[in-house]
């Protein structure tokens, strides 16, 4: 094990939503060069770069982002890991700086999406032509809505219906009411995409997706950028003391893919993996669920939550329906999830989200987080999951005392 | 009769029609793609498995929106054959959360899913209600 601790100095994210006039590379810039001044520090400091960008073309994102904000000449890593792009940044950011290799180490995530319709495959064979098999099925066309789906909302629809029969309970209001309140809450974050409170009429009939995913249960496509910069527990402590008053502890930093399960290729398992993330973050930051102020977890689609509520154990095992019930994750709960308003309405710009979610945690840790602040919050935990699959978990604590 | 071929290659024709399986034969798992190893296991042999062709819905989703070139709306679901779980369609059904259910037994169709210039068939599989 490295012998750094690892802090969080500075970290921003832009506004999400539409942003016409700027592009992947200035939005990145934007996070980038606020999240340094948060820090109080400059380029010329940083050891390391990672960042990602998957939808953007801006390739290589980390380069880009350099020749922007300062060309320093330190090691850039692009990385790329679906919906945990984000994380997986600030992840090898982390390792840098705990194995002693950086003092400082930057990480951003950027993303324009809005106005992208429906992620994932599909499209056919060119129509007449003879057929040919291609692909590691030896399929002669789309397999995507011929042997099942490969979207986005139908694979975690099928999750949260898994789970539904696994241990009942849940159904489509149940999953509607999760995306209430994840709407209600965005109403308090002046930087989600959407800030709207729906009614749970609203969000049913509204049109649907993928059952029992309707629009508004799905995570918004736009764009933004987050980024953030973090120090050494030694180099810290050479700082100032407003510096070292503002920074979060990393008390856990965790990444984690599939392991070998039955099924686990023929329907993303995203349980396993979370749970695995989860427990092994647990332990690094010798902290509980029950420890936890609050928590931002990967609500990609409001039947997504559901799951993630057992699988960061914020409930006893197929406890999720009662947990939600009890009103624990409402931001006037015992346990508020996703008070930023979540993927669901505050969007989801796919390599952001990782450190965005990260972002909010830290704001509340802060004690910055205006009309939304969770009063008090000295430890917090953001998840994400991308698919096939990667999940990363960081549990973040207050500094000062 | 028009010449006919299955439409993935982990579909067999025939008067039995039934979906075979990539077994690794270390650890059993397995899998409907091409392999070049075991993801269970890393073993590199595998024997082919015919899989059940009755089960029960384990999850299920109705997709009313997709990209251009996907039929909306249809049934996604995973079908638990005897242990191994297989992606399919559910057909012959009304695409409706009152016709499809969790737990719901199922078994294997084929139907003819395209055809191209030659008048070949692609005949693809879907799961149904069984009665
Ligand atoms: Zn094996």
């Known amino acids: 094990m490295g012998s750094e601790d690892v802090y969080i100095l500075g970290i921003n994210m832009t506004k999400f939503g539409k942003h016409p006039d700027l592009d992947t590379v200035d939005l990145a810039s934007e996070a980038t060069l606020a999240a340094l001044k948060d820090a109080g520090v400059t380029m010329k400091d940083m050891g390391i770069i990672a960042a990602g960008n998957l939808m953007g073309g801006a390739a290589p994102i980390a380069q880009i982002i350099q020749k922007q904000c300062g060309q320093t000449g330190i090691p850039a890593y692009n990385v790329s890991n679906a919906c945990a792009t984000g994380a997986t940044a600030l992840r090898v950011a982390c390792m840098s700086v705990k194995a002693g290799e950086s003092d400082f180490g930057l990480a951003v995530g950027v993303e324009k999406l809005a106005g992208a319709g429906l992620l994932g495959t599909g499209g056919g064979r060119k129509k007449g032509d003879e057929f040919e098999r291609s692909g590691r099925f030896g399929a002669v066309g789309s397999v995507d809505g011929r042997i099942g789906t490969e979207n986005m909302p139908g694979t975690f629809a099928q999750v949260g219906m898994e789970y539904a029969h696994r241990y009942g309970g849940a159904n489509f209001e149940l999953f509607a ?45 736009c764009d933004g950028a987050a980024a953030a910069v973090v120090v050494s527990g030694s180099k810290l402590k050479t700082l100032s003391q407003e510096q070292q008053r503002r920074a979060i502890r990393i008390a856990a930093s965790v990444l984690t893919s599939d392991p070998y399960e039955e099924a686990c290729q023929v329907l993303p398992n995203v349980n396993t993996l979370t749970r695995n993330a989860a427990k092994q973050a647990y332990e690094q930051a010798g902290v509980g669920p029950e420890d936890l102020n609050l928590v931002e977890l990967h609500d990609c689609f409001a039947t997504a939550e559901l799951v993630h509520y057992d ?54 840790l802060r004690g910055e987080a205006g009309p939304r602040q969770i009063e008090g919050a000295k430890v917090g935990l953001a998840h994400v999951i991308g698919l096939a699959s990667a999940c990363g978990i960081h549990i973040l604590e207050s500094n000062s005392a | 009769m028009a010449n006919q071929i299955p439409y993935v290659d982990y579909l067999v024709l025939g008067d039995d029609p ?29 024997k082919k498995a015919d899989v059940a062709t009755q089960g029960t819905v384990k999850t299920f989703t109705i997709v009313s929106f997709a990209p251009p070139g996907v039929d909306v709306p249809f049934v996604s679901a995973i079908v638990d054959c005897d242990g191994t779980s297989v992606r399919t369609n559910i057909v012959n059904v009304e695409a409706s959360p009152e016709h499809v259910k969790l737990g719901m037994p199922v078994k294997l169709t084929t139907f003819v899913a395209a055809t191209d210039e030659k008048g070949t068939e692609a005949v693809s599989f879907g799961f149904e209600p069984a009665a």
Request: with cysteine; aromatic share 8%; net charge neutral.
């Open chain 1, 177 to 221: 009411q999760i995306s209430e309140k994840n709407h209600m809450h965005s109403t308090l974050n002046p930087l989600a995409a959407y800030t709207k409170a729906m009614t749970l009429e609203q969000i049913m009939g509204d049109i649907m997706i993928a059952y029992p995913n309707t629009r508004p249960m799905c995570s918004a496509n």
């Open chain 1, 311 to 364: 699988n960061l154990m914020l409930c006893e095992e197929g406890g999720a329906v009662d947990f939600f019930k009890s009103g624990a994750p409402f931001r006037d709960g015992s346990k508020p999830v996703n008070v930023s308003g979540g993927l669901q309405s505050k969007g989801h710009p796919i390599a952001a989200t990782g450190i965005a979610n990260i972002w909010e945690v830290c704001h509340h």
């Open chain 2, 18 to 46: 039934h979906l075979v399986a990539n077994e690794c034969t270390g650890c059993g798992a397995r899998f409907f793609d091409r392999r070049n190893a075991c993801g269970g296991c890393s073993g590199t042999e595998f």
